[in-house]
């Protein structure tokens, strides 16, 4: 009998020890009806990496989703934005999660915070309704390719290079040398070519007018006033308006609140696989000729 007791004791221990370090973590237990808040909080990759580094993992983000999905307790989905875009590729796999959110009868509203643009303004319109502040930045809509010519730098130091390729156009991007006409001439018509969907999206799924998709196409930085004038967002409010205004789209009035992919420092300590000189040698590769961008 002392035995069981003893057990029934570490077993319990245990679970509070569980129980304990899901709430640092972040998590909270299901019960009844629940609004799911996912966080994409940070720029846009697609790399592994944990929430909190100033990333947002279009994998971690995209599972995230999914999970919200395929769990019957979860009505609607709040996606918390604070990023000013990046990786066209990682934009592109939250966005088709978004929509098959949406397609599976889960309402999915944007919650911006202080900048929601470029890539991640993307992705928030693909949401059934978009909610900021009157100082979120937020627009930004456009295609990045930068390239980065080192040329001179290595004639300075006295660094030759030679580079066996297989075709004209594999070496293109690389710092040693500057692009050819050709070689701009082609950045700019797979940037080109990658904008037209990019606005195509935003036109569509917004409804906006021809005027109004004319004036946001050069890229600018708008206010969420002038977002909410222009028809980029559909109301002013915070987190909890956004979850309230989930609730109601799904029909329900109680509900608990279950928050996703929050940074914390718990998911840094206990989530990361990847140590901090990795993600910063991920940052120093996007945008540089290496990623299409949207910042």
Sequence with gaps: MRGVVVGVLVVLAASSGL???LLIAGYELPIGDQIAVIYMDGYLITEDVPSGWGVASSEAIAKAIRQAVDDGSVRA???RVNSPGGSIAASEEIRAEVMRARQAGKPVVASMGSVAASGAYHVASACDYIMCSNATLTGGVGVLWVFEDRS???DDEGIQFFIAKSGELKDMGTDTRPLTEE???YAQEVVSSLFEKFISDVQSERNLTQEATNYISDGRVLTGIEALELGLVDGTGGLF???DKAAELA???EYGIRYME????TR??????HNETQIRETLRHVGVGWVVSTI
């Design 77 to 79: 989905i709040v996606l």
């Design 19 to 21: 129980l304990l370090g």
């Design 251 to 253: 029909g329900i009035s």
């Design 152 to 154: 001179g730098y290595y």
């Design 241 to 243: 308006d956004a979850i």
């Design 262 to 265: 929050k940074p914390s420092i």
């Design 268 to 273: 840094l300590l206990l989530g990361a696989q």
């Design 183 to 185: 070689e701009r001439a």
